[in-house]
């Protein structure tokens, strides 16, 4: 299902695909999501419209970090799941590894309903023992494609049977535990014969505890080898929900008020929009879940997020990058929409008649969106390429909410902000091969500011002529640094973090002692402080160290001396900068640098490590240490005595499973520079299980050193 050319030379998921197919005489609308970090957004927002779900584990790494971010979002959404034990074909796999760190990592029940059969000569997986029917599966054939069913009494190996029946009576007893309906078959039809539960009471049993999430159904096998696969698919109709068994869809109306869409094919229309992809030919392809109602071709729908009507021009059912002409979408089931011009992830669809849904707003909850943590600057290579990026942008922005595009107003660059290096790395990629874009993606320049660390007076005049006509002001400065703690007494006025106070109550008298009849209507005291405001903007608008903005300082200016109508309120402006200029060159000028909050969670046994690193090489400084609340409340369920079995694992494989420690949040104040790259850095540090979101904070002072090797970075000398 992995289309793209990006995820081919990879060999990861990128974008989620979709595709439709039957299995047994059921409908399965599978959506396949990437499993990297980076790309958390396509996980979230297909979770977002899922019934239920199938994780894919590895047999060899067992659950990773990205896992445990995965597995977080399904529950956050009451998402009912199976998993599947992939990669047991492979050397040092180890699947009863795997269980026992779905219940320590991921903390929650497995139950394996298979053992794997390893080949003695070491090529891995070969058939499984159904836990479930108590029968050994075998496939033949170099597709796999034909299995073989064998009763384990008769199959022949006594170890395996052993194993088998220790698997089966460890099943049915923690279904005991979790629901009362397989006690009393235990009970009733089994005479106490842990061995006599039929398979079909097992199912229903396994069914209702999955829907419950108060456990997850283990199978296992070798996807690349196609052993195994055919019992998952049995078990997602088996065990995994119907759109009918899912909760009904809650709804926003009227502001603040909620409601509940119940699951109707001849109810009023509500859709959502979870995907968008921009496709050559055909423009947005909108993706939807069609939650009650119907949708047909050629409808007029209305947008109540954006409040606009949109158009269906085609409705497809998708086939990974195959797409195939379908006349409507019915309720529980998704497709993608083709004419929508203005719908974007997250926008709630109904019928363009439906008066009450439109009046009142009605909004389906919104897919949350994370928030960015690298950042780039996109540059076209010539002005005539500027349009044709700008389009790409808009149309990668629309496709994938978590990326941002913005134009930084200090150094006029390009910018975007992704989930990561890769993440990133990819957009590149989209725009010179997908949108035919020449553009380079390089480092974002960071956004200095300048201030002064010491106070300072200066005397300024301004005496010009300016075409034919005479500019002449007189004016003092005084500059005073302050800090975050600084509280005016209200009679400054505030911008970008200076404050500046003005005196012109002298000015009429320094208008008498030259003796000049005074005209107000020429220059009144408003446009005396007009004046002095807009000197007050330029002079602070070029640093003295790099010309980057100034900010933390407190402006006085007063004494201010006029010359009729040779003074000017440009020439009162250009006076009023002139003399910041002077006093900030004897102030001791000096640079400052975007801050960060930084918030940081890691494993306990990593916070040394990050600490030093944030510390150390990034220059932060650490401001505290808290536990993650959920993941207390998690250990207190974990140390819960429950027996979790897990077939043995091959002595060749470590099988030690360490016990759970919740995570660690490190915050810390980290200057911007020095988390360029960090999103690499971290997951090197903790072994891909960190995470980490900023945000900005203010500015700090630099050091000394810093501040030269910046200067000298910036002037290229």
Known sequence: MDYLKAERERGITINSAAITFGWNGHRINLIDTPGHVDFTMEVERAVRVLDGAVTILDGVAGVEAQTETVWRQAERYGIPRIAFVNKLDRIGAAYGRTIREIWKKLRARPLALQIPLMDPSGKGIMGVADLV??????????????????????????????????????????????????????????????????????????????????????????????????????????????????????????????????LKENGKLCALAFKVTHDARSGPL?????????????????????????????????????????????????????????????????????????????????????????????????????????????????????????????SGQTLISGMGELHLEIVKDRLINDFKCKAEVGKMRISYRETCQSESSASATYDREVMGKRSKANCKIEIVPIDEEYRDDGSSMVDSGNYLQMDVAQLQDAKEQQQQPTDSDQLSKEDVRRAIHTGFLSGLARGAVLGFPLTKLKVRVHDLETFGQDTTMGSISACVANGIQQAIKQADPCMLEPMMEVHTEVNESDIGTVVGDLSGTRRGHVIGLESSMDDSQQQE???????????????????????????????????????????????????????????????????????RAVVDDMRGY
């Open 286 to 410: 909108v993706y939807v879940k069609v939650y009650s109602g119907k949708m047909n071709k050629r409808m007029t729908l209305y947008n109540t997020t954006t409040d606009s009507k949109e158009r269906v021009n085609k409705l497809l059912q998708m086939y990974a990058r195959e797409a195939e002409d379908i006349p409507s979408i019915t309720a529980g089931n998704i497709g993608v929409v083709v004419g929508l011009k203005n719908t974007r992830t997250g926008d709630t669809l109904v019928q363009s008649n439906d008066s009450a849904a439109i009046k009142s707003n009605l909004q389906l909850g919104n897919i949350d969106i994370p928030s960015p943590a690298f950042f780039a600057a996109i540059e076209p290579q010539s002005v005539s390429e500027e349009k044709a990026v700008d389009e790409a942008l808009k149309n990668l922005t629309r496709e994938d909410p978590s990326l941002k595009v913005w134009t930084d107003q200090d």
């Open 133 to 262: 029917t108590m029968q050994v599966i075998r496939w033949e054939g170099a597709d796999g494609g034909v299995m073989e069913h064998t009763p384990l009494d008769s199959y022949g190996d006594a170890a395996l049977l052993e194993e088998a029946t220790r698997g089966r009576i460890a099943l049915v007893e923690a279904l005991a535990e979790l629901d009362d309906g397989i006690v009393e078959v235990f009970f009733d039809q089994a005479d106490g014969d842990h061995m006599m539960v039929s398979a079909e009471a097992l199912k229903a049993s396994l069914r209702r505890v999955t829907l419950a999430n108060k456990a997850i159904p283990v199978l296992c096998g070798s996807a690349f080898k196609n052993l195994g696969v055919q019992p998952v698919l049995d078990a997602i109709i088996d065990y995994l929900p119907s759109p009918e068994e899912r909760p009904d869809a809650l709804a926003t109306y009227d502001g603040s008020k909620h409601a509940l869409i119940p």
């Open 637 to 707: 369920q974990q140390q819960q005595d429950v027996q979790v079995y897990a077939p043995r694992d091959s002595l060749l494989v470590n099988s030690e499973v360490g016990e759970y420690k919740s995570k660690q949040v490190v915050k810390a104040h980290v200057p911007l520079s020095s988390m360029l790259g960090y999103s690499n850095a971290l997951r090197s540090l903790t072994g891909g299980s960190g995470s980490f979101s900023m945000r900005v904070i203010g500015y700090g002072q630099m050091s000394k050193d810093r501040e």
